[in-house]
């Protein structure tokens, strides 16, 4: 939906004296609101996914912290490292470089194991254990959540 669109449907809502609005189409929700005098529209306006950007076109950001990493349940020997931060995933530095780990590869404290990228800078996530990646959970270029799962490590 572009802003064209928005603008035409809040003229819309305020010419038809409608009180309320609510438009949901895939990944944005529009509400709007009229008042009682004057019909002025009051716009609220979320778009839920983040737009995935072009990695060559932002800079590198300063390796964040490392991610904390978490047992997966009593019974397991795996760990989890969650991403610290919303944006979306990559698995390579660059788009013509190679990924920075496979599932097999063994990894040590500081290695880096992915790049996040939210407000166009790459944050490099870093591992905070030594193990073998047991499972890589997200795919990528996909947007991902803050504390959401991306590998599963064996840690001995």
Excluded: H, W
């Excluded at 995935?52 to 964040?64: H, I, S, T």
């Amino acid at each position: 939906m572009d802003l064209k669109e928005i603008q035409n449907l809040i003229k819309f809502v305020s010419n038809t004296g409608v009180a309320e609005v609510k438009l949901e189409t895939g990944d944005i929700k529009i509400t709007i609101r009229t008042t009682l005098e004057g019909n002025t529209p009051d716009v609220t306006y979320v778009q839920q996914a983040p737009m995935q950007q072009a990695m060559q076109a932002a800079p590198m950001a300063a390796p964040v912290a490392p991610v904390a990493a978490e047992v997966v349940d009593e019974n397991s020997k795996y760990v989890i490292i969650k991403s610290p931060m919303i944006g979306t995933f990559y698995r390579k530095p660059a788009p013509d470089k190679a990924v920075f780990v496979e599932v097999g590869s063994t990894i040590g404290k500081g290695d880096v194991l992915c790049v996040v990228e939210a407000m166009k800078l790459f944050n490099e996530i870093e591992a905070e254990i030594t193990g073998k990646i047991v499972k890589i959970l997200v795919d990528d270029m996909s947007p991902v959540e803050f504390d959401q799962p991306l590998f599963l490590v064996d840690p001995s």
